[in-house]
């Protein structure tokens, strides 16, 4: 399974957009990616998931380029409220395993 | 929306002790995993489950095991806990599918003394 590699911690300021990437350079061709969220002592909360090209949702969206290297997950208009850890996996279409890594702790300022 | 349930937020327990983790599912899910999460390691996957009564090891299964007698439960169990067992447990549920989200309880955190 293909590991995922993404900055350890990111500012920003209320209002900005916030690109987060990751580079899975190992991946295979049934591979998904997906983010997810975590708050300070909850679960994780899933994000978005995609396979290719763009997938927008009402929360984020998710750039794939073609090779499928990497992504990057896109906040527009951060708040304060957004202030947590982002996880990209890289999650098997074969097997459904999938790999937790650190993390990127996003902080965002007022 | 789905309810995923884990019976206890904090449990204080002694080396030594049995102790039971509980999480409950209430949207039919097949599938139920047990993570810990520790700082700096992240999230790792101790044990999963795909039906009733199947169990999968995950990456760090030592010290644990699971029951799944039915379809929403899925418990946690350490036979006789140990202080490197202290951590965040989180049980998750998928649907029936290799590539659905996860959804997570709230944690359980667990110090053993």
């Known amino acids: 399974l293909a590991k995922t590699t993404q900055p350890i911690s990111m500012d920003s300021y209320e209002g900005q957009e916030v690109n987060i990437t990751c580079s899975h350079n190992?991946?295979?061709?049934?591979?998904?990616i997906t983010w997810y969220q975590q708050f300070p002592s909850q679960g994780p909360r899933f994000i978005i998931q995609g396979y290719k090209t763009k997938v927008t949702n009402e929360v984020a969206s998710l750039f794939i380029p073609a090779d499928r290297k990497s992504s990057t997950l896109s906040l527009p208009r951060v708040s304060l409220s957004d202030t947590a850890v982002y996880y990209c996996l890289v999650v098997s279409g074969n097997t459904g395993k999938l790999i937790f890594g650190q993390g990127t702790t996003l902080q965002v300022k007022p | 929306d789905v309810k995923v349930t884990q019976s206890s937020r904090y449990l204080v327990k002694r080396t030594g002790e049995k102790v039971f983790l509980e999480c409950v599912q209430d949207?039919?899910?097949?599938?139920m995993f047990w993570y810990r999460q520790d700082p700096g390691l992240g999230l790792r996957l101790i044990y999963f489950s795909y039906d009733v009564k199947m169990k999968e090891k995950g990456d760090i299964p030592e010290g644990y095991s699971v029951s799944r007698e039915k379809k929403e439960r899925f418990s946690l169990i350490l036979e006789s806990a140990s202080t490197n067992q202290t951590s965040m447990y989180l049980c998750?549920?998928?649907?029936?599918?290799?590539?659905?989200?996860?959804?997570f309880g709230e944690g359980s955190r667990l110090t053993v003394l």
């Open positions: 949207m039919d899910h097949e599938n």
């Open positions: 998750a549920t998928r649907w029936d599918g290799n590539t659905g989200e996860l959804f």
């Open positions: 190992n991946i295979a061709t049934n591979d998904y």
